[in-house]
């Protein structure tokens, strides 16, 4: 049987796309369920059940060669790859194991008293100004107060957090201009990560000194240890500052979904899951094939990248129906890949999951009403979607 | 191969044949009442045997995939276990009929020059068919069957006398436990190890494969713990104390669902207990916790539980929903 492989010539890297990635998306899931990307000479799934397939199977649509553009076979990766997310099993089940023990359930759940304070402390501040950014003001404060803490990373620098994100998440994509200011916004910071991340200036009772107790006990190396950390701080500050926002901005931008969430803060949990299906910050993720593989009629060949598109799948509407595009925030969203699925979901998400539900909750009791003052102003990334500045004005209620 | 997930089938079997292999080891032969052909299934594959109402256990086909006209399963008793194995070898009588789903394979065999197969015990199932289709293959490939004694190790003489040279039988109690050292000692270019067997086998085998190549090692699991989501299927009550209704969990679906059928609005995302997401407060009850992710010290405070893959070992749970 002769099938036509769709191919589309678009550059999902490209401002176009990334500025705003849904027609696309579109154009991607209904050009077919494997689409070549011509561009880059890879291959793309936009549609949820192929997605969602090709995450959950880690032996075939391998992490090790890199989960970005760039192989690692054939190409020096950017710094040393990540035990985690740059990892296949049985190497990555070990590490990925020790680091679900640090983020345990009951550790996670201390978190809570002090995630509460500040949420609470910055929501107070915004309804007594009025007018404030999401970002600026809240997306990009909040989780810079409470993530490094949790760390237990020292109280000056901080700040640097933010452009290795950047460049993290810019790596995965093409070496186009984004990548190249990001790399050149990052280069002064990427010594004080590495400093961060070895046991001397980490405070004893942070996530970071459980990762170096993890090396004590021998479940990885002491060698593993600092790399641990990097990933959390790589992938713990980011994400969040673009969830909140993504989540604030979405919702301002549907006036009856705050209204229900304010009558209702308890909604906040099911707000924010419902905002990452329909604005997920991490948008792709790359796999490259282990052997030559048939999905849907297209036969791919080993060594193959394949960019999965998390957020396409999650607006798919052959897996969420017709009003796929819709925010709801009732809806049923469990299921959504923005945290990936399978063996490298984000290790961390019970964590954002508690911040982001906390400060949602905390504006939510506050704030009746979320103006927008003026169009939200993208900020481009290779993976990230999310927003340098959205304006809003708090009309607070009871 | 990756292909869209097949037709799942509900069959009702009647078993002709049970017969003893070796100790505590009975093999079920299921064939349909009117001679039809079975369905389709592939080395590694496995199905659901319904055995009771609440009563559902999982079993690898260990015939051959070309006898269409049959499907063949091992059980080992366990005398530890709630009572699946015990009602296999004690209840069940030829001649009975057998409800069967699936099969379902999440244990295929890939292609490859060489094989190492590592088998414990029962765990010799799922590999036995793979056997005849590497052979048939023409690969190299080997097999070492550990088990406890000579005479609890099933098809031991089948597997001797088929594959001689290729096949070595490990009794612990004669020879102690297999030196995986030196049968996984070098990693080769296109060569597949799969293992099966218990979590202490598995857990050592994966250890000894970190130095081989990515994607070399198969086991019948990734990222829930062995056989944490395992174990017997039984209908409970839950009540949702916010509400004060009561639902009835069958054995066939899990808690989360029936929470969310209900239309009660509950967080979920991994559904195979490791993400930690649907984590709910425990107000009464026992739960029967097959989660990845809780400690055995937060598992046995019974206060809380993963609902997507954890079930009750009380008639009852009062859940904070």
């Given at each position: ?96 194991k020790a680091m679900s023990a640090v983020i345990a359930p009951r550790t996670v759940r201390r978190f809570r ?94 996530l970071?000194?459980s990762?170096?107790a993890a090396?004590?006990a021998?479940d ?127 290790v961390?998400q019970p964590i954002?999951r508690l ?44 | ?223 829930p713990k062995?056989?944490a989501t ?25 808690i ?14 991994c559904?195979e207990g490791t993400c930690g997401t649907c984590e709910t407060a425990v107000l009464d009850g026992v739960p029967d916790h097959r989660d990845s992710l809780l400690t055995d010290e937060e598992q046995a405070a019974n206060d809380t539980m993963m609902i997507c893959v954890s079930r009750s070992c009380s008639?009852?749970l009062?859940l904070d929903?």
């Amino acid at each position: 049987m002769i099938t036509t492989i769709p191919v589309l010539d678009d550059d999902p890297f490209g401002d176009e796309i990334l500025t705003d990635p849904y027609p696309f998306h579109q154009r991607l899931r209904d050009s077919g369920p494997v689409v070549h990307l011509r561009r880059y000479g890879i291959w793309a799934m936009g549609r949820y059940a192929e997605v969602h397939a090709a995450l959950t199977d880690p032996a075939t649509f391998c992490s090790s060669r890199g989960a970005g553009l760039s192989d690692f076979h054939r190409e020096k990766p950017w710094r040393p790859p990540s035990l985690l997310l740059e990892a296949d099993p049985p190497t990555h089940t070990a590490t990925r194991k020790a680091m679900s023990a640090v983020i345990a359930p009951r550790t996670v759940r201390r978190f809570r008293e002090g995630f509460t304070a500040s949420a609470e402390s910055i929501a107070d501040e915004l309804v007594a100004r009025g007018e404030f950014d999401a970002v600026t003001d809240l997306a990009e404060r909040y989780p810079l107060q409470v993530f490094p803490d949790i760390v237990g990373l020292p109280a000056d620098g901080r700040e640097n957090l933010l452009p290795y994100g950047g460049l993290a998440f810019n790596a995965f994509g093409p070496r186009n201009a984004l990548l190249e200011e990001a790399l050149a916004a990052a280069a002064p910071v990427q010594e004080w990560i590495w400093k961060s991340c070895q046991r001397d200036a980490l405070s004893p009772d942070g996530l970071g000194a459980s990762i170096w107790a993890a090396a004590d006990a021998g479940d990885i190396t002491h060698e593993q240890a600092p790399m641990l950390v990097r990933s959390l701080l790589s992938a713990g500050v980011d994400t969040t500052v673009h969830g909140i926002a993504n989540t604030v901005a979405a919702l301002a931008a549907h006036p009856e979904q705050w209204a229900a969430l304010h009558a209702d803060p308890t909604l906040a949990k099911f707000a924010f899951d419902e905002a990452l299906r329909y604005a997920g910050p991490v948008q792709t993720f790359f796999r490259t094939t282990t052997r030559e593989v048939e999905v849907a009629g297209t036969v791919i060949g080993e060594g193959e990248k394949v960019l999965l598109f998390l957020a396409a799948a999650n607006r798919d509407p052959r897996k969420w129906g017709p009003d796929a595009d819709r925010l709801d925030i009732t809806r049923r969203a469990s299921g959504h890949v923005a945290f990936g699925m399978g063996i490298h979901q984000c290790v961390g998400q019970p964590i954002a999951r508690l911040e982001i539900e906390l400060v949602l909750t905390a504006l939510a009791r506050r704030i009746a009403r979320l103006e927008p003052l003026g169009d939200p102003v993208p900020k481009l990334n290779n993976t990230l979607k999310g927003w340098q500045s959205v304006p809003l004005r708090a009309h607070a209620g009871g | 191969m990756q292909t869209a997930p097949h037709h799942e089938y509900e069959l009702d079997l009647v078993l002709d044949k049970k017969e003893t292999l070796a100790d505590g080891v009975v093999q079920l032969t299921l064939r349909s009442a009117d001679g039809a052909d079975l369905p389709e299934w592939e080395p590694g594959a496995h199905i659901d045997l319904v055995l009771t109402d609440d009563l559902v256990r999982q079993y690898s086909l260990c015939g051959d995939p070309a006898e269409r006209s049959v499907l063949q399963v091992a059980v080992l008793r366990e005398p530890a276990g709630r009572g699946g194995s015990a009602h296999v070898h004690d209840t069940l009588a030829e001649g009975d009929t057998v409800h069967v789903r699936g099969p379902r394979n999440h244990f295929a065999l890939v292609a490859a020059v060489r094989y190492v197969f590592v088998a414990g015990g029962i765990g010799i199932t799922p590999i036995l068919p793979m056997l005849a289709q590497a052979e048939a293959a023409g690969a190299d490939w080997r097999l070492v069957y550990g088990g406890r004694t000579r005479s609890s190790m099933a098809f031991r003489d089948r597997l001797e006398q088929a594959y001689p040279g290729k096949v070595t039988v490990r009794p612990m109690d004669e020879v102690g436990l297999l030196d995986l050292p030196t049968i996984l000692a070098e990693p080769g270019a296109d060569v597949a190890v799969y293992c099966c067997g218990p979590e202490p086998l598995l857990a050592a085998v994966e250890e000894q494969c970190t130095r081989w190549p990515q994607g070399a090692l198969h086991l019948e699991r990734f990222a829930p713990k062995a056989g944490a989501t395992d174990g017997p299927m039984e209908s409970f009550e839950i009540e949702l104390s916010r509400s004060g209704t009561t639902l009835a969990v069958p054995a066939d679906r899990s808690i989360l669902d029936v929470v969310e059928a209900s239309g009660v609005q509950v967080l979920s995302s991994c559904q195979e207990g490791t993400c930690g997401t649907c984590e709910t407060a425990v107000l009464d009850g026992v739960p029967d916790h097959r989660d990845s992710l809780l400690t055995d010290e937060e598992q046995a405070a019974n206060d809380t539980m993963m609902i997507c893959v954890s079930r009750s070992c009380s008639a009852r749970l009062v859940l904070d929903l």
